[in-house]
Protein backbone atom coordinates (compact mmCIF):
# COMPACT_ATOMS: atom_id res chain seq x y z
CA UNK A 1 0.00 0.00 0.00
CA UNK A 2 1.68 2.99 -0.70
CA UNK A 3 2.68 5.98 1.65
CA UNK A 4 -0.28 8.07 3.61
CA UNK A 5 1.78 11.29 4.36
CA UNK A 6 0.09 13.44 7.21
CA UNK A 7 1.80 16.63 8.92
CA UNK A 8 0.48 16.62 11.99
CA UNK A 9 1.21 20.55 13.57
CA UNK A 10 1.57 21.81 17.27
CA UNK A 11 1.28 25.68 17.40
CA UNK A 12 2.65 27.51 20.73
CA UNK A 13 2.44 31.29 20.61
CA UNK A 14 6.10 31.51 19.43
CA UNK A 15 6.71 27.48 18.68
CA UNK A 16 5.47 25.04 15.81
CA UNK A 17 6.31 20.88 17.03
CA UNK A 18 5.93 19.16 13.57
CA UNK A 19 5.83 15.67 12.33
CA UNK A 20 5.27 13.57 9.59
CA UNK A 21 3.56 10.62 9.87
CA UNK A 22 2.60 7.52 7.41
CA UNK A 23 0.35 5.46 9.69
CA UNK A 24 1.70 2.27 8.22
CA UNK A 25 5.22 3.56 9.83
CA UNK A 26 6.40 3.17 13.35
CA UNK A 27 8.61 5.68 13.27
CA UNK A 28 8.31 9.53 12.05
CA UNK A 29 9.84 10.33 8.40
CA UNK A 30 10.66 13.97 9.70
CA UNK A 31 9.52 15.70 13.16
CA UNK A 32 11.45 18.68 14.91
CA UNK A 33 10.50 22.29 16.38
CA UNK A 34 10.42 25.85 15.30
CA UNK A 35 10.88 27.46 18.05
CA UNK A 36 11.60 31.37 19.01
CA UNK A 37 9.16 32.75 16.29
CA UNK A 38 9.14 36.36 15.73
CA UNK A 39 12.75 36.82 17.30
CA UNK A 40 16.37 37.08 16.20
CA UNK A 41 16.91 33.62 17.73
CA UNK A 42 13.99 31.76 15.91
CA UNK A 43 15.69 28.71 14.68
CA UNK A 44 14.14 25.46 12.99
CA UNK A 45 15.30 22.29 13.91
CA UNK A 46 14.60 19.02 12.33
CA UNK A 47 15.38 15.21 12.72
CA UNK A 48 15.22 12.92 9.17
CA UNK A 49 16.72 9.53 9.17
CA UNK A 50 17.99 9.95 12.70
CA UNK A 51 20.29 12.75 11.59
CA UNK A 52 19.90 16.03 13.08
CA UNK A 53 19.75 19.93 11.87
CA UNK A 54 19.45 23.23 12.73
CA UNK A 55 18.11 26.16 10.41
CA UNK A 56 18.31 29.83 11.91
CA UNK A 57 15.56 31.55 10.63
CA UNK A 58 16.00 34.78 12.38
CA UNK A 59 12.60 37.06 12.77
CA UNK A 60 10.40 34.47 11.03
CA UNK A 61 6.73 34.20 12.31
CA UNK A 62 4.52 31.03 11.88
CA UNK A 63 4.04 31.83 7.88
CA UNK A 64 7.36 32.12 6.84
CA UNK A 65 8.79 29.50 9.44
CA UNK A 66 6.02 26.94 8.05
CA UNK A 67 7.62 28.01 4.60
CA UNK A 68 10.91 26.70 5.73
CA UNK A 69 9.43 23.32 7.23
CA UNK A 70 7.87 22.38 4.30
CA UNK A 71 10.22 22.70 2.37
CA UNK A 72 11.75 19.87 4.47
CA UNK A 73 8.44 17.93 4.75
CA UNK A 74 7.60 18.45 0.64
CA UNK A 75 11.65 17.18 0.31
CA UNK A 76 10.81 14.07 2.85
CA UNK A 77 7.79 12.55 1.07
CA UNK A 78 8.71 13.57 -2.38
CA UNK A 79 5.63 16.16 -2.87
CA UNK A 80 3.10 13.28 -1.79
CA UNK A 81 1.56 15.11 1.35
CA UNK A 82 -2.24 13.92 1.72
CA UNK A 83 -3.41 15.83 4.41
CA UNK A 84 -2.28 18.31 7.57
CA UNK A 85 -3.68 17.81 11.40
CA UNK A 86 -3.52 20.02 13.45
CA UNK A 87 -3.68 19.90 17.19
CA UNK A 88 -6.28 22.50 18.75
CA UNK A 89 -6.47 22.61 22.53
CA UNK A 90 -10.02 23.89 23.21
CA UNK A 91 -13.19 22.69 21.15
CA UNK A 92 -15.43 23.60 23.96
CA UNK A 93 -18.65 22.11 23.95
CA UNK A 94 -18.92 22.68 19.92
CA UNK A 95 -16.91 19.21 19.06
CA UNK A 96 -16.90 16.17 19.86
CA UNK A 97 -14.78 14.70 17.38
CA UNK A 98 -12.02 15.65 14.92
CA UNK A 99 -12.95 18.07 12.15
CA UNK A 100 -12.26 19.15 8.29
CA UNK A 101 -11.35 22.83 8.56
CA UNK A 102 -13.68 25.13 6.91
CA UNK A 103 -14.57 29.13 7.38
CA UNK A 104 -17.65 27.38 10.32
CA UNK A 105 -14.97 25.37 12.19
CA UNK A 106 -12.49 27.97 12.50
CA UNK A 107 -14.68 30.50 13.38
CA UNK A 108 -15.75 28.23 16.74
CA UNK A 109 -12.37 27.57 17.43
CA UNK A 110 -11.85 31.68 17.60
CA UNK A 111 -14.93 31.54 19.46
CA UNK A 112 -14.02 29.34 22.73
CA UNK A 113 -10.74 30.93 22.43
CA UNK A 114 -11.27 32.73 25.88
CA UNK A 115 -11.46 30.03 27.52
CA UNK A 116 -7.61 28.86 26.37
CA UNK A 117 -6.01 32.44 25.76
CA UNK A 118 -2.45 31.02 25.73
CA UNK A 119 -3.48 27.88 23.18
CA UNK A 120 -6.24 28.65 21.06
CA UNK A 121 -5.25 31.82 19.13
CA UNK A 122 -1.81 30.28 18.79
CA UNK A 123 -3.61 27.29 17.01
CA UNK A 124 -5.40 29.50 14.73
CA UNK A 125 -1.99 31.25 13.63
CA UNK A 126 -0.83 27.53 12.69
CA UNK A 127 -4.12 27.22 10.77
CA UNK A 128 -4.24 30.13 8.96
CA UNK A 129 -0.70 30.01 7.33
CA UNK A 130 -1.33 26.65 6.73
CA UNK A 131 -4.88 27.28 4.53
CA UNK A 132 -2.99 30.20 2.97
CA UNK A 133 0.14 28.18 2.05
CA UNK A 134 -1.55 24.79 0.52
CA UNK A 135 -5.59 26.06 0.61
CA UNK A 136 -6.27 22.80 -1.75
CA UNK A 137 -5.01 20.63 0.56
CA UNK A 138 -7.54 18.83 2.98
CA UNK A 139 -6.84 19.96 6.63
CA UNK A 140 -8.53 18.76 9.77
CA UNK A 141 -8.52 19.88 13.54
CA UNK A 142 -8.28 17.41 15.87
CA UNK A 143 -9.30 18.89 19.70
CA UNK A 144 -7.63 17.88 23.19
CA UNK A 145 -11.17 18.48 25.05
CA UNK A 146 -13.30 16.41 22.18
CA UNK A 147 -12.38 12.62 23.83
CA UNK A 148 -14.17 14.45 26.91
CA UNK A 149 -17.52 15.41 25.55
CA UNK A 150 -18.31 12.00 26.72
CA UNK A 151 -18.07 12.96 30.37
CA UNK A 152 -21.87 13.04 32.11
CA UNK A 153 -23.35 16.18 33.24
CA UNK A 154 -22.82 15.09 37.16
CA UNK A 155 -19.07 15.00 36.50
CA UNK A 156 -18.20 18.18 34.08
CA UNK A 157 -20.57 20.94 35.80
CA UNK A 158 -19.38 23.11 38.42
CA UNK A 159 -21.23 23.81 41.60
CA UNK A 160 -22.00 27.32 40.72
CA UNK A 161 -24.70 29.46 39.12
CA UNK A 162 -26.41 27.66 36.08
CA UNK A 163 -26.48 30.55 34.42
CA UNK A 164 -22.45 30.97 34.21
CA UNK A 165 -22.71 27.46 32.58
CA UNK A 166 -25.76 27.89 30.15
CA UNK A 167 -24.27 31.55 28.74
CA UNK A 168 -20.69 31.44 29.18
CA UNK A 169 -19.80 27.63 28.80
CA UNK A 170 -18.47 27.20 32.47
CA UNK A 171 -17.64 23.84 33.43
CA UNK A 172 -15.22 20.89 33.06
CA UNK A 173 -14.09 20.29 29.59
CA UNK A 174 -10.35 18.39 30.42
CA UNK A 175 -7.87 18.25 28.10
CA UNK A 176 -4.79 15.69 26.89
CA UNK A 177 -7.61 13.74 25.51
CA UNK A 178 -6.19 12.28 22.24
CA UNK A 179 -3.08 10.92 24.70
CA UNK A 180 -5.57 9.66 27.05
CA UNK A 181 -7.73 7.71 23.96
CA UNK A 182 -4.75 6.67 22.32
CA UNK A 183 -2.95 4.90 25.22
CA UNK A 184 -6.58 3.57 26.84
CA UNK A 185 -7.02 1.99 23.40
CA UNK A 186 -3.66 0.35 23.20
CA UNK A 187 -3.48 -0.96 26.64
CA UNK A 188 -6.83 -2.87 25.46
CA UNK A 189 -4.92 -4.16 22.19
CA UNK A 190 -2.22 -5.19 24.11
CA UNK A 191 -3.90 -6.95 26.57
CA UNK A 192 -6.64 -8.34 24.55
CA UNK A 193 -9.51 -6.97 25.75
CA UNK A 194 -12.32 -5.22 23.48
CA UNK A 195 -11.84 -1.43 23.79
CA UNK A 196 -15.59 -1.24 24.24
CA UNK A 197 -15.65 -3.56 27.32
CA UNK A 198 -12.61 -2.36 29.33
CA UNK A 199 -12.35 0.08 31.74
CA UNK A 200 -8.75 2.05 32.76
CA UNK A 201 -7.63 4.66 35.06
CA UNK A 202 -4.86 6.52 32.92
CA UNK A 203 -1.81 8.97 34.52
CA UNK A 204 -0.83 11.29 31.49
CA UNK A 205 2.44 12.58 33.35
CA UNK A 206 4.59 15.54 31.47
CA UNK A 207 5.32 19.34 32.30
CA UNK A 208 1.07 19.15 31.87
CA UNK A 209 -0.33 15.85 33.81
CA UNK A 210 -3.74 14.72 34.51
CA UNK A 211 -5.85 11.69 34.97
CA UNK A 212 -8.44 9.99 33.30
CA UNK A 213 -11.62 7.63 33.96
CA UNK A 214 -11.96 5.61 30.59
CA UNK A 215 -14.53 3.09 30.36
CA UNK A 216 -15.67 1.22 26.90
CA UNK A 217 -12.87 3.28 25.06
CA UNK A 218 -14.89 7.02 26.31
CA UNK A 219 -13.53 9.38 29.04
CA UNK A 220 -16.31 9.70 32.10
CA UNK A 221 -14.11 11.68 34.37
CA UNK A 222 -10.76 13.70 34.13
CA UNK A 223 -8.73 15.62 36.74
CA UNK A 224 -8.66 19.11 34.28
CA UNK A 225 -10.91 21.56 34.02
CA UNK A 226 -12.27 25.02 32.36
CA UNK A 227 -8.83 25.41 31.77
CA UNK A 228 -5.35 23.17 32.47
CA UNK A 229 -4.75 24.11 35.67
CA UNK A 230 -7.27 22.34 37.64
CA UNK A 231 -6.50 18.90 39.03
CA UNK A 232 -2.71 17.33 39.61
CA UNK A 233 0.81 19.22 40.86
CA UNK A 234 2.54 19.46 37.69
CA UNK A 235 5.46 21.22 36.64
CA UNK A 236 4.93 24.77 37.11
CA UNK A 237 1.22 24.43 37.75
CA UNK A 238 -0.01 24.12 40.94
CA UNK A 239 -3.21 21.74 40.49
CA UNK A 240 -5.87 22.24 42.60
CA UNK A 241 -5.59 24.84 45.29
CA UNK A 242 -8.37 26.58 47.40
CA UNK A 243 -10.62 29.12 45.08
CA UNK A 244 -10.70 31.74 47.62
CA UNK A 245 -6.63 32.13 47.31
CA UNK A 246 -7.45 34.34 44.87
CA UNK A 247 -9.32 36.91 47.15
CA UNK A 248 -7.06 36.09 50.46
CA UNK A 249 -3.64 37.25 48.09
CA UNK A 250 -5.53 40.24 46.72
CA UNK A 251 -6.10 41.38 50.49
CA UNK A 252 -3.10 39.97 52.38
CA UNK A 253 -0.17 40.95 49.26
CA UNK A 254 -2.93 43.37 46.93
CA UNK A 255 -1.63 40.80 44.13
CA UNK A 256 -3.45 41.73 40.72
CA UNK A 257 -5.23 38.71 39.14
CA UNK A 258 -2.21 39.07 36.69
CA UNK A 259 -0.01 38.53 39.05
CA UNK A 260 -1.97 35.43 40.69
CA UNK A 261 -2.50 34.11 37.54
CA UNK A 262 1.19 34.01 36.73
CA UNK A 263 2.23 32.71 39.74
CA UNK A 264 -0.10 29.63 39.69
CA UNK A 265 0.33 29.07 36.11
CA UNK A 266 4.18 29.12 36.12
CA UNK A 267 5.85 29.28 39.32
CA UNK A 268 4.43 26.98 40.97
CA UNK A 269 3.71 23.00 40.69
CA UNK A 270 6.83 21.24 41.10
CA UNK A 271 8.70 24.22 40.95
CA UNK A 272 7.40 26.17 43.22
CA UNK A 273 7.58 23.17 45.69
CA UNK A 274 11.27 22.47 45.79
CA UNK A 275 12.45 25.94 44.77
CA UNK A 276 14.80 24.44 42.03
CA UNK A 277 12.93 23.29 38.63
CA UNK A 278 10.35 21.87 36.99
CA UNK A 279 11.82 18.89 35.31
CA UNK A 280 11.45 15.82 37.35
CA UNK A 281 14.75 14.40 36.29
CA UNK A 282 16.69 17.23 38.04
CA UNK A 283 14.21 16.47 41.23
CA UNK A 284 15.05 12.58 40.98
CA UNK A 285 18.44 13.48 41.10
CA UNK A 286 18.75 16.42 43.63
CA UNK A 287 16.57 13.71 46.10
CA UNK A 288 18.90 11.61 46.21
CA UNK A 289 21.41 14.04 46.88
CA UNK A 290 19.24 15.20 50.10
CA UNK A 291 17.49 18.23 48.84
CA UNK A 292 14.71 19.02 50.92
CA UNK A 293 12.62 20.70 48.71
CA UNK A 294 12.72 17.86 45.59
CA UNK A 295 12.02 15.30 48.41
CA UNK A 296 8.86 17.30 49.60
CA UNK A 297 7.92 18.34 45.75
CA UNK A 298 7.64 14.53 45.01
CA UNK A 299 5.99 13.45 47.74
CA UNK A 300 3.45 16.02 47.34
CA UNK A 301 2.92 15.13 43.66
CA UNK A 302 2.85 11.12 44.35
CA UNK A 303 0.19 11.80 46.73
CA UNK A 304 -1.85 14.07 44.97
CA UNK A 305 -1.15 11.66 41.68
CA UNK A 306 -2.74 8.87 43.80
CA UNK A 307 -5.89 10.89 45.50
CA UNK A 308 -7.00 11.75 41.92
CA UNK A 309 -6.36 8.39 40.50
CA UNK A 310 -8.38 7.11 43.42
CA UNK A 311 -11.50 9.63 43.26
CA UNK A 312 -11.59 8.36 38.91
CA UNK A 313 -12.15 4.68 40.37
CA UNK A 314 -15.48 6.50 41.34
CA UNK A 315 -16.84 6.13 37.76
CA UNK A 316 -15.33 2.81 36.73
CA UNK A 317 -17.85 -0.48 37.69
CA UNK A 318 -14.59 -2.79 37.49
CA UNK A 319 -10.87 -1.65 36.93
CA UNK A 320 -8.63 -3.46 33.91
CA UNK A 321 -6.15 -1.27 34.82
CA UNK A 322 -3.61 1.32 35.41
CA UNK A 323 -1.54 3.18 32.82
CA UNK A 324 0.98 5.15 33.26
CA UNK A 325 2.02 7.39 29.98
CA UNK A 326 3.47 10.73 28.73
CA UNK A 327 7.52 11.69 29.95
CA UNK A 328 7.38 10.91 33.67
CA UNK A 329 4.95 8.09 33.35
CA UNK A 330 7.35 6.09 30.86
CA UNK A 331 10.51 7.13 32.18
CA UNK A 332 9.88 7.52 36.37
CA UNK A 333 10.03 4.04 38.46
CA UNK A 334 10.26 6.07 41.23
CA UNK A 335 6.89 8.28 40.55
CA UNK A 336 5.37 5.19 40.07
CA UNK A 337 6.28 3.30 42.64
CA UNK A 338 5.53 6.25 45.22
CA UNK A 339 2.26 6.54 43.52
CA UNK A 340 0.97 2.96 43.54
CA UNK A 341 2.28 2.84 47.29
CA UNK A 342 -0.98 4.63 48.07
CA UNK A 343 -3.27 2.95 46.11
CA UNK A 344 -3.37 -0.33 47.95
CA UNK A 345 -6.92 -0.26 48.60
CA UNK A 346 -7.54 -0.91 44.99
CA UNK A 347 -5.49 -3.69 44.74
CA UNK A 348 -2.91 -2.46 43.26
CA UNK A 349 1.31 -3.03 43.63
CA UNK A 350 3.92 -3.04 41.48
CA UNK A 351 6.75 -5.91 40.67
CA UNK A 352 9.53 -3.75 41.23
CA UNK A 353 12.32 -5.64 38.71
CA UNK A 354 9.79 -4.91 36.17
CA UNK A 355 9.04 -1.16 36.94
CA UNK A 356 12.59 -0.19 37.01
CA UNK A 357 13.26 -1.48 33.50
CA UNK A 358 10.40 0.16 31.92
CA UNK A 359 11.54 3.47 30.91
CA UNK A 360 13.74 4.90 27.82
CA UNK A 361 11.15 3.47 25.31
CA UNK A 362 10.50 0.35 27.31
CA UNK A 363 7.35 -0.57 27.88
CA UNK A 364 4.63 -3.42 29.40
CA UNK A 365 3.40 -4.69 32.33
CA UNK A 366 4.51 -3.61 35.61
CA UNK A 367 2.49 -5.34 38.00
CA UNK A 368 3.30 -7.77 40.53
CA UNK A 369 1.74 -11.60 39.68
CA UNK A 370 -2.07 -11.95 40.60
CA UNK A 371 -2.57 -8.15 41.33
CA UNK A 372 -4.63 -5.91 38.71
CA UNK A 373 -2.49 -4.75 35.99
CA UNK A 374 -0.35 -1.87 35.99
CA UNK A 375 1.24 -0.50 32.01
CA UNK A 376 3.76 1.90 30.82
CA UNK A 377 2.29 2.36 27.41
CA UNK A 378 4.06 5.45 25.45
CA UNK A 379 1.80 7.74 24.07
CA UNK A 380 1.71 9.18 20.18
CA UNK A 381 -0.51 11.71 20.13
CA UNK A 382 0.73 12.52 16.95
CA UNK A 383 0.20 9.07 15.57
CA UNK A 384 -3.18 9.59 16.34
CA UNK A 385 -4.04 13.19 15.07
CA UNK A 386 -2.88 11.33 11.76
CA UNK A 387 -5.44 8.98 12.19
CA UNK A 388 -8.46 11.02 12.73
CA UNK A 389 -7.32 13.05 10.12
CA UNK A 390 -7.25 10.33 7.66
CA UNK A 391 -10.26 9.03 9.26
CA UNK A 392 -12.15 12.24 8.02
CA UNK A 393 -10.10 12.12 4.65
CA UNK A 394 -11.41 8.86 3.88
Same mark, same amino acid.
Given at each position: MPARNILVINCG??????????????????SGLAERLGSADAALHWQRDGVKHTQAIPGDDHRAALVHLLQQVQ????????????RVVHGGEHFTS???LDDEVIAAIRAVAPLAPLHNPAGLLGIEAALALYPQLPQVAVFDTAFHQS????????????QLYRDHGVRRYGFHGTSHRFVSARAAELTGLPADDSAWL !? &? #? +? /??GCSTCAVVNGQSRDTSMGLTPLEGLVMGTRSGDVDPNLHSHLSRTLGWSLEQIDRMLNHDSGLLGLSGLSNDMRSLEQARDEGHAGATLAIEVFCYRLAKSLAA??????????????GGIGENSPLIR??? !? &? #? +? /??LGLKLDDTANDRCLRGVSGPINAQN?????VVPTNEERQIALDTLALLD
Open positions: SSSIKFALVDPDQQQFAIEATGGQLHGIGHAQRLPEHAFRYAVPE !V &A #H +L /GNMSCALQRLDGLIFTSKT !V &A #H +L /GLHTRVL
